[in-house]
């Protein structure tokens, strides 16, 4: 599946409704009590977009962008209004607001990732940000701003280091991101009134990376 690198219209994104999925079974033993598997360590991400329509206009964009991908058949940046920052909404990003490693001296990569945090409790595991907006990314070492000397992949969103920092050094960034997403239908419906009713689903579901 090919990634085409443009963001699904952000005034159809900003009133979608939709957020994380996870994906869970439960099994109910004769006592009554549960066994649960927690089958995703991140969830999904899932949109209904068809919320965001409410003029001919909108209409139009969703119709265009949805021929531009082909319905599933290419990924694309979608905005979730919710959670796109590296710090809170309210914040503008810094370039110390997530741990993304630790130098050994020899490596320059590092990948983006945002943990979550909830009364001083960290998520059990940290989230792979992939698609990081372009002129946002701040970088760190030691508590230090780096403006220079680095340089970020916005389709991967791995950090590259000029020099591979110091072993011990906390390796440290800012940004706003994206999502990569592709609509789970192949078929759109065109009927203004249907969406403003809200009769209409069209749903847009995140690629996850492959290493959540």
Same mark, same amino acid.
């Given at each position: 599946?090919?990634?085409?690198?443009?963001?699904?219209?952000?005034?159809?994104?900003?009133?979608?409704?939709?957020? +994380?999925? =996870?994906? &869970?079974?439960?099994?109910?033993?004769?006592?009554? $009590?549960?066994? /649960?598997? #927690?089958?995703?360590?991140?969830?999904?991400?899932?949109?209904?977009?068809?919320?965001?329509?409410?003029?001919?206009?909108?209409?139009?964009?969703?119709?265009?962008?949805?021929?531009?991908?082909?319905?599933?058949?290419?990924?694309?940046?979608?905005?979730?209004?919710?959670?796109?920052?590296?710090?809170?909404?309210?914040?503008?990003?810094?370039?110390?607001?997530?741990?993304?490693?630790?130098?050994?001296?020899?490596?320059?990569?590092? +990948?983006? =990732?945002? &943990?979550?945090?909830?009364?001083?409790?960290?998520? $059990?595991?940290? /989230?792979? #940000?992939?698609?990081?907006?372009?002129?946002?990314?701040?970088?760190?070492?030691?508590?230090?701003?780096?403006?220079?000397?680095?340089?970020?992949?916005?389709?991967?969103?791995?950090?590259?280091?000029?020099?591979?920092?110091?072993?011990?050094?906390?390796?440290?960034?800012?940004?706003?991101?994206?999502?990569?997403?592709?609509?789970?239908?192949?078929?759109?419906?065109?009927?203004?009134?249907?969406?403003?009713?809200?009769?209409?689903?069209?749903?847009?579901?995140?690629?996850?990376?492959?290493?959540?």
């Amino acid at each position: 599946m090919s990634f085409l690198d443009m963001r699904f219209p952000t005034d159809i994104s900003y009133n979608s409704a939709g957020g +994380p999925t =996870y994906n &869970t079974s439960v099994v109910v033993v004769k006592s009554g $009590r549960e066994k /649960r598997n #927690i089958n995703w360590n991140y969830p999904r991400i899932e949109f209904d977009v068809a919320y965001g329509i409410r003029a001919m206009k909108e209409l139009e964009e969703l119709i265009a962008f949805f021929h531009i991908v082909q319905g599933k058949g290419r990924t694309f940046r979608f905005k979730d209004h919710s959670d796109f920052k590296s710090c809170r909404l309210d914040y503008m990003p810094q370039f110390d607001d997530q741990d993304i490693g630790v130098g050994d001296g020899s490596t320059v990569d590092f +990948p983006l =990732y945002k &943990t979550y945090d909830f009364g001083g409790l960290q998520a $059990r595991l940290s /989230r792979r #940000i992939t698609k990081p907006v372009s002129s946002t990314v701040l970088a760190g070492i030691n508590g230090t701003e780096q403006t220079s000397g680095w340089s970020i992949d916005y389709t991967t969103g791995i950090i590259t280091f000029d020099s591979a920092p110091s072993d011990g050094a906390n390796i440290t960034a800012g940004y706003e991101f994206d999502i990569e997403a592709r609509f789970d239908t192949d078929s759109l419906s065109t009927n203004l009134e249907q969406y403003q009713a809200g009769s209409i689903e069209v749903p847009v579901i995140e690629e996850k990376p492959n290493d959540t």
